[in-house]
Protein backbone atom coordinates (compact mmCIF):
# COMPACT_ATOMS: atom_id res chain seq x y z
CA UNK A 1 0.00 0.00 0.00
CA UNK A 2 1.43 3.31 -0.99
CA UNK A 3 1.89 6.50 1.31
CA UNK A 4 -1.95 8.10 1.22
CA UNK A 5 -3.00 10.80 2.15
CA UNK A 6 -6.33 13.08 1.78
CA UNK A 7 -8.79 15.48 3.58
CA UNK A 8 -11.25 14.02 5.93
CA UNK A 9 -14.24 15.88 7.15
CA UNK A 10 -15.80 15.57 10.26
CA UNK A 11 -19.66 16.24 9.92
CA UNK A 12 -22.41 16.00 12.27
CA UNK A 13 -24.93 17.66 14.87
CA UNK A 14 -24.09 19.53 17.49
CA UNK A 15 -22.37 17.67 20.31
CA UNK A 16 -22.13 14.33 18.94
CA UNK A 17 -18.38 14.48 19.71
CA UNK A 18 -16.68 15.92 16.81
CA UNK A 19 -14.25 18.08 18.04
CA UNK A 20 -13.24 15.28 21.00
CA UNK A 21 -12.78 13.20 18.09
CA UNK A 22 -10.54 15.34 16.19
CA UNK A 23 -8.54 15.94 19.25
CA UNK A 24 -8.20 12.74 19.99
CA UNK A 25 -6.80 11.27 16.68
CA UNK A 26 -4.27 14.45 16.41
CA UNK A 27 -3.48 13.71 19.96
CA UNK A 28 -3.22 17.29 21.32
CA UNK A 29 -6.18 19.68 21.55
CA UNK A 30 -6.68 22.06 18.89
CA UNK A 31 -10.33 22.30 19.13
CA UNK A 32 -12.02 23.59 21.83
CA UNK A 33 -14.89 21.20 23.81
CA UNK A 34 -18.03 22.05 25.98
CA UNK A 35 -21.27 20.52 26.45
CA UNK A 36 -22.54 23.24 25.53
CA UNK A 37 -24.26 22.61 21.97
CA UNK A 38 -22.69 25.21 19.00
CA UNK A 39 -18.98 25.41 20.93
CA UNK A 40 -17.40 25.17 17.12
CA UNK A 41 -17.68 27.82 14.83
CA UNK A 42 -14.86 27.67 12.46
CA UNK A 43 -13.72 24.70 10.43
CA UNK A 44 -10.38 23.26 12.04
CA UNK A 45 -8.23 21.56 10.54
CA UNK A 46 -5.89 19.00 11.96
CA UNK A 47 -2.96 17.06 10.72
CA UNK A 48 -2.73 13.04 11.93
CA UNK A 49 0.88 11.96 10.57
CA UNK A 50 0.51 7.87 10.53
CA UNK A 51 3.81 6.08 10.67
CA UNK A 52 4.36 3.11 7.95
CA UNK A 53 3.72 -0.18 9.15
CA UNK A 54 0.79 0.32 12.14
CA UNK A 55 -1.49 -2.22 11.77
CA UNK A 56 -2.33 -4.18 8.51
CA UNK A 57 -5.27 -3.60 6.61
CA UNK A 58 -6.95 -6.37 5.03
CA UNK A 59 -3.67 -8.48 4.91
CA UNK A 60 -1.93 -5.23 2.83
CA UNK A 61 1.22 -3.66 4.81
CA UNK A 62 0.38 -0.10 5.49
CA UNK A 63 3.04 2.55 4.18
CA UNK A 64 1.84 5.19 5.99
CA UNK A 65 0.02 8.57 5.52
CA UNK A 66 -1.29 11.68 6.29
CA UNK A 67 -4.95 12.10 7.05
CA UNK A 68 -6.19 15.94 7.39
CA UNK A 69 -8.84 16.05 9.67
CA UNK A 70 -11.54 19.18 8.79
CA UNK A 71 -13.52 19.64 12.21
CA UNK A 72 -17.21 21.69 11.26
CA UNK A 73 -19.81 23.14 13.60
CA UNK A 74 -22.55 21.13 14.10
CA UNK A 75 -24.82 21.28 11.31
CA UNK A 76 -27.84 22.97 12.30
CA UNK A 77 -30.87 25.59 10.82
CA UNK A 78 -28.97 28.84 10.85
CA UNK A 79 -31.25 31.83 12.82
CA UNK A 80 -28.24 34.73 12.53
CA UNK A 81 -25.29 36.01 10.61
CA UNK A 82 -23.14 33.71 12.24
CA UNK A 83 -24.93 30.58 12.03
CA UNK A 84 -25.42 31.34 8.27
CA UNK A 85 -21.64 31.46 8.05
CA UNK A 86 -21.11 28.51 10.45
CA UNK A 87 -23.27 26.75 7.70
CA UNK A 88 -21.07 28.05 5.17
CA UNK A 89 -17.94 26.35 7.05
CA UNK A 90 -19.56 23.16 6.95
CA UNK A 91 -20.52 22.85 3.22
CA UNK A 92 -16.82 24.78 2.43
CA UNK A 93 -15.35 21.45 4.27
CA UNK A 94 -17.51 19.12 2.58
CA UNK A 95 -16.42 20.57 -1.06
CA UNK A 96 -12.99 18.63 -2.23
CA UNK A 97 -12.54 16.57 0.71
CA UNK A 98 -12.13 12.40 0.07
CA UNK A 99 -14.15 11.02 3.07
CA UNK A 100 -17.06 12.43 5.53
CA UNK A 101 -16.89 10.75 8.88
CA UNK A 102 -20.83 10.95 9.52
CA UNK A 103 -20.42 10.80 13.85
CA UNK A 104 -23.24 10.05 15.13
CA UNK A 105 -24.16 10.14 19.46
CA UNK A 106 -25.27 6.77 20.14
CA UNK A 107 -27.36 7.97 23.55
CA UNK A 108 -29.57 10.05 20.91
CA UNK A 109 -32.40 9.47 19.15
CA UNK A 110 -32.14 9.87 15.48
CA UNK A 111 -33.56 13.73 14.88
CA UNK A 112 -34.00 15.92 12.23
CA UNK A 113 -30.63 17.10 12.43
CA UNK A 114 -28.95 14.09 11.81
CA UNK A 115 -31.21 13.97 8.63
CA UNK A 116 -29.96 17.27 8.16
CA UNK A 117 -26.89 16.26 8.08
CA UNK A 118 -27.45 13.32 5.45
CA UNK A 119 -29.05 15.29 3.18
CA UNK A 120 -25.88 17.41 2.88
CA UNK A 121 -23.70 14.04 2.29
CA UNK A 122 -26.19 13.51 -1.16
CA UNK A 123 -24.75 16.43 -2.84
CA UNK A 124 -22.42 15.82 -4.44
CA UNK A 125 -22.63 12.08 -2.97
CA UNK A 126 -19.33 11.55 -1.18
CA UNK A 127 -17.80 8.36 0.42
CA UNK A 128 -18.41 8.17 4.31
CA UNK A 129 -18.19 6.01 7.24
CA UNK A 130 -21.07 5.69 9.78
CA UNK A 131 -19.24 6.60 13.61
CA UNK A 132 -21.06 5.71 16.33
CA UNK A 133 -19.99 7.63 19.27
CA UNK A 134 -20.09 7.41 23.00
CA UNK A 135 -20.19 3.20 23.29
CA UNK A 136 -18.67 3.93 26.30
CA UNK A 137 -22.14 4.81 27.60
CA UNK A 138 -24.47 2.18 26.47
CA UNK A 139 -23.87 -0.83 28.78
CA UNK A 140 -25.26 -3.85 26.43
CA UNK A 141 -23.37 -3.63 22.93
CA UNK A 142 -25.75 -5.17 21.32
CA UNK A 143 -28.23 -2.29 21.57
CA UNK A 144 -25.78 -0.87 18.62
CA UNK A 145 -27.15 -3.56 16.13
CA UNK A 146 -30.63 -2.21 15.36
CA UNK A 147 -29.25 1.25 15.21
CA UNK A 148 -26.69 0.02 12.52
CA UNK A 149 -29.40 -1.13 10.89
CA UNK A 150 -31.39 1.78 10.50
CA UNK A 151 -28.76 3.90 9.58
CA UNK A 152 -27.06 1.55 6.72
CA UNK A 153 -30.75 2.14 5.38
CA UNK A 154 -30.15 5.80 5.40
CA UNK A 155 -27.26 5.86 3.66
CA UNK A 156 -24.82 3.65 2.18
CA UNK A 157 -21.85 3.89 4.17
CA UNK A 158 -18.54 2.83 3.20
CA UNK A 159 -17.81 1.15 7.34
CA UNK A 160 -19.40 1.60 10.13
CA UNK A 161 -17.10 2.27 13.81
CA UNK A 162 -18.23 2.32 16.94
CA UNK A 163 -15.86 4.43 19.24
CA UNK A 164 -15.21 5.89 22.47
CA UNK A 165 -13.71 9.65 21.18
CA UNK A 166 -13.48 10.45 24.75
CA UNK A 167 -11.98 7.38 26.25
CA UNK A 168 -9.54 6.92 22.79
CA UNK A 169 -11.26 3.29 21.86
CA UNK A 170 -11.78 2.38 18.98
CA UNK A 171 -9.32 4.76 17.03
CA UNK A 172 -6.38 2.88 16.43
CA UNK A 173 -8.64 0.73 13.52
CA UNK A 174 -10.45 4.12 12.82
CA UNK A 175 -7.21 4.69 11.32
CA UNK A 176 -6.34 2.31 9.56
CA UNK A 177 -9.57 2.22 7.99
CA UNK A 178 -9.57 5.94 7.25
CA UNK A 179 -6.04 5.60 5.69
CA UNK A 180 -6.82 2.39 3.34
CA UNK A 181 -9.90 4.63 2.40
CA UNK A 182 -7.44 7.58 1.12
CA UNK A 183 -5.91 7.66 -2.60
CA UNK A 184 -2.38 7.52 -2.87
CA UNK A 185 -0.87 10.69 -2.58
CA UNK A 186 1.84 13.37 -0.80
CA UNK A 187 1.80 15.01 2.80
CA UNK A 188 0.60 18.12 2.32
CA UNK A 189 1.83 19.36 5.72
CA UNK A 190 5.32 18.54 7.41
CA UNK A 191 5.77 16.36 10.14
CA UNK A 192 6.08 18.65 13.14
CA UNK A 193 2.89 20.52 11.80
CA UNK A 194 -0.41 19.60 13.22
CA UNK A 195 -3.20 22.25 12.18
CA UNK A 196 -3.16 25.12 9.84
CA UNK A 197 -4.76 27.35 12.37
CA UNK A 198 -2.28 30.32 13.57
CA UNK A 199 -1.96 30.53 17.30
CA UNK A 200 -3.29 33.84 17.75
CA UNK A 201 -6.97 32.37 16.56
CA UNK A 202 -6.12 29.59 18.93
CA UNK A 203 -5.94 31.72 21.87
CA UNK A 204 -8.62 33.25 21.22
CA UNK A 205 -10.41 29.94 21.21
CA UNK A 206 -8.79 29.13 24.54
CA UNK A 207 -10.49 32.54 26.33
CA UNK A 208 -13.71 31.47 24.51
CA UNK A 209 -13.90 28.17 25.67
CA UNK A 210 -13.33 29.50 29.45
CA UNK A 211 -16.11 31.84 28.83
CA UNK A 212 -18.72 28.67 27.72
CA UNK A 213 -17.41 26.77 30.80
CA UNK A 214 -17.98 29.51 33.42
CA UNK A 215 -20.75 30.96 32.29
CA UNK A 216 -24.27 29.75 31.57
CA UNK A 217 -27.66 30.38 29.86
CA UNK A 218 -27.36 32.90 26.78
CA UNK A 219 -24.04 34.30 27.82
CA UNK A 220 -22.25 31.51 25.62
CA UNK A 221 -24.29 32.08 22.71
CA UNK A 222 -24.11 35.71 23.14
CA UNK A 223 -19.98 35.97 23.51
CA UNK A 224 -17.01 36.18 21.22
CA UNK A 225 -13.23 36.73 21.62
CA UNK A 226 -11.23 38.97 19.35
CA UNK A 227 -7.39 39.46 20.16
CA UNK A 228 -6.55 42.54 19.31
CA UNK A 229 -2.98 42.31 19.90
CA UNK A 230 -0.42 39.15 19.84
CA UNK A 231 3.41 39.59 20.29
CA UNK A 232 5.16 36.22 21.10
CA UNK A 233 8.55 36.83 22.17
CA UNK A 234 11.10 33.65 23.06
CA UNK A 235 9.72 33.99 26.61
CA UNK A 236 7.15 36.31 26.95
CA UNK A 237 3.85 36.14 24.64
CA UNK A 238 1.97 39.45 25.31
CA UNK A 239 -2.10 38.98 24.31
CA UNK A 240 -4.36 41.72 24.63
CA UNK A 241 -8.10 40.21 23.65
CA UNK A 242 -11.44 41.36 24.15
CA UNK A 243 -14.77 39.33 24.91
CA UNK A 244 -17.56 40.67 22.75
CA UNK A 245 -21.11 40.03 24.10
CA UNK A 246 -24.79 41.58 23.17
CA UNK A 247 -25.83 43.48 26.20
CA UNK A 248 -24.66 45.56 29.45
CA UNK A 249 -26.21 43.42 31.21
CA UNK A 250 -24.03 40.25 30.21
CA UNK A 251 -20.97 42.86 30.52
CA UNK A 252 -21.42 42.99 34.11
CA UNK A 253 -21.60 39.31 34.40
CA UNK A 254 -18.75 38.20 32.64
CA UNK A 255 -16.70 40.84 34.70
CA UNK A 256 -18.21 39.57 37.63
CA UNK A 257 -17.94 41.02 41.55
CA UNK A 258 -14.97 43.00 41.61
CA UNK A 259 -13.58 41.91 38.40
CA UNK A 260 -13.45 38.34 39.85
CA UNK A 261 -15.17 36.54 36.72
CA UNK A 262 -13.09 38.08 34.43
CA UNK A 263 -10.10 37.13 36.53
CA UNK A 264 -11.01 33.48 36.54
CA UNK A 265 -11.51 33.30 32.65
CA UNK A 266 -8.19 35.08 32.39
CA UNK A 267 -6.55 32.92 34.62
CA UNK A 268 -7.50 29.79 33.65
CA UNK A 269 -6.85 31.13 29.95
CA UNK A 270 -3.68 32.05 30.45
CA UNK A 271 -2.44 28.93 31.85
CA UNK A 272 -3.57 26.87 28.55
CA UNK A 273 -2.18 29.55 26.08
CA UNK A 274 0.92 29.28 28.08
CA UNK A 275 1.44 25.40 27.35
CA UNK A 276 0.49 25.97 24.26
CA UNK A 277 2.99 28.51 23.16
CA UNK A 278 5.57 27.72 25.53
CA UNK A 279 6.65 30.80 27.16
CA UNK A 280 4.88 32.74 29.96
CA UNK A 281 1.97 34.76 28.59
CA UNK A 282 0.76 38.47 29.80
CA UNK A 283 -3.08 38.53 28.70
CA UNK A 284 -5.04 41.21 29.14
CA UNK A 285 -8.97 40.81 28.84
CA UNK A 286 -11.21 43.20 28.28
CA UNK A 287 -15.06 43.07 27.73
CA UNK A 288 -17.62 45.10 25.39
CA UNK A 289 -21.12 44.95 24.44
CA UNK A 290 -21.80 45.35 20.64
CA UNK A 291 -25.47 44.94 20.26
CA UNK A 292 -26.25 42.41 17.73
CA UNK A 293 -23.27 41.19 16.50
CA UNK A 294 -24.40 37.77 16.10
CA UNK A 295 -26.59 39.33 13.30
CA UNK A 296 -24.24 41.89 11.84
CA UNK A 297 -22.49 40.33 8.41
CA UNK A 298 -19.50 42.06 8.48
CA UNK A 299 -18.60 41.47 12.36
CA UNK A 300 -18.97 37.83 11.95
CA UNK A 301 -16.93 37.72 8.77
CA UNK A 302 -14.50 39.74 10.69
CA UNK A 303 -14.22 37.17 12.97
CA UNK A 304 -12.49 34.59 10.58
CA UNK A 305 -8.82 34.42 11.00
CA UNK A 306 -8.65 33.19 7.33
CA UNK A 307 -10.26 36.94 6.26
CA UNK A 308 -8.33 38.62 8.82
CA UNK A 309 -4.95 37.25 7.19
CA UNK A 310 -6.20 38.14 4.01
CA UNK A 311 -6.61 41.78 4.96
CA UNK A 312 -3.09 41.91 6.59
CA UNK A 313 -1.72 40.48 3.25
CA UNK A 314 -3.67 43.30 1.75
CA UNK A 315 -2.68 45.84 3.29
CA UNK A 316 1.19 44.76 3.96
CA UNK A 317 1.39 42.65 0.93
CA UNK A 318 2.68 39.59 3.12
CA UNK A 319 1.25 38.32 6.08
CA UNK A 320 2.15 39.60 9.26
CA UNK A 321 0.29 37.14 11.64
CA UNK A 322 1.92 39.09 14.89
CA UNK A 323 1.09 42.64 13.51
CA UNK A 324 -0.05 44.17 17.14
CA UNK A 325 -3.47 45.57 15.52
CA UNK A 326 -6.10 42.80 14.72
CA UNK A 327 -8.57 44.04 11.89
CA UNK A 328 -11.35 44.56 14.45
CA UNK A 329 -9.47 47.30 16.40
CA UNK A 330 -8.67 48.92 13.09
CA UNK A 331 -12.58 48.85 12.13
CA UNK A 332 -14.85 49.49 15.12
CA UNK A 333 -15.26 53.32 16.25
CA UNK A 334 -13.08 53.95 19.17
CA UNK A 335 -14.29 53.66 22.58
CA UNK A 336 -13.28 55.79 25.84
CA UNK A 337 -10.98 53.69 27.98
CA UNK A 338 -13.00 53.88 30.81
CA UNK A 339 -15.49 52.03 29.35
CA UNK A 340 -13.41 48.97 28.99
CA UNK A 341 -12.69 46.99 32.14
CA UNK A 342 -9.00 45.18 31.74
CA UNK A 343 -8.12 41.96 33.77
CA UNK A 344 -4.99 41.90 34.35
CA UNK A 345 -3.75 38.30 34.78
CA UNK A 346 -0.23 37.08 34.47
CA UNK A 347 2.89 38.26 35.66
CA UNK A 348 6.07 39.99 33.79
CA UNK A 349 8.61 37.44 32.18
CA UNK A 350 10.33 37.13 35.39
CA UNK A 351 7.02 36.47 37.55
CA UNK A 352 6.42 32.45 38.44
CA UNK A 353 2.64 31.69 37.46
CA UNK A 354 1.21 30.06 41.39
CA UNK A 355 2.15 26.48 40.46
CA UNK A 356 -0.65 25.73 42.50
CA UNK A 357 -3.09 27.17 39.77
CA UNK A 358 -2.75 24.64 37.76
P1 LIG B 1 -19.13 18.63 18.93
O1 LIG B 1 -20.14 19.69 19.14
O2 LIG B 1 -19.65 17.58 18.00
O3 LIG B 1 -17.78 19.15 18.51
O4 LIG B 1 -18.97 17.88 20.34
P2 LIG B 1 -17.78 18.01 21.43
O5 LIG B 1 -16.56 17.31 20.96
O6 LIG B 1 -17.65 19.46 21.80
O7 LIG B 1 -18.42 17.15 22.61
C1 LIG B 1 -19.67 17.43 23.16
C2 LIG B 1 -19.77 16.75 24.52
O8 LIG B 1 -19.77 15.32 24.37
C3 LIG B 1 -18.59 17.07 25.43
O9 LIG B 1 -19.09 17.24 26.74
C4 LIG B 1 -17.71 15.82 25.33
O10 LIG B 1 -16.94 15.60 26.48
C5 LIG B 1 -18.75 14.72 25.16
N1 LIG B 1 -18.21 13.53 24.45
C6 LIG B 1 -17.57 13.51 23.26
N2 LIG B 1 -17.21 12.24 22.93
C7 LIG B 1 -17.63 11.43 23.93
C8 LIG B 1 -17.56 10.00 24.18
O11 LIG B 1 -17.00 9.20 23.40
N3 LIG B 1 -18.13 9.55 25.33
C9 LIG B 1 -18.74 10.37 26.21
N4 LIG B 1 -19.24 9.85 27.31
N5 LIG B 1 -18.81 11.71 26.03
C10 LIG B 1 -18.27 12.25 24.90
MG1 LIG C 1 -17.16 21.05 18.04
Not at 3 to 26: D, E, H, Q, W, Y
Not at 54 to 64: A, E, I, L, T
Not at 69 to 88: A, E, I, W, Y
Request: aromatic residues 6%; positive net charge; charged residues 30%.
Amino acid sequence: MPFRSGFVCILGRPNAGKSTLLNALVGEKLAIISPKPQTTRNRIQGVVHVPPGKGKNKGKRNDGGQIVLVDTPGVHKPDSSLGRKMMVEVREALEGCDLVLVIMDVTRKFDPRDQFALDLLRRPKTKAFLILNKVDLIREKSKLLPLIEQYRKLYSFAEVVPISALKRNGLDTLLEMVIAALPAGPAYFPEDQITDQPARFMAAEIIREQVLVNTSEEIPYATTVIVDNFEEGARLTRIAATIYCEREGQKGILVGKGGLMLKKIGTSARLQIERMMGTKVFLELYVKAEPGWRDSRRFVEELDWRRQLEHRMLEHGTPQPRSPESIMSETRTPEPKSEELPARTGGSADDDPDPTED
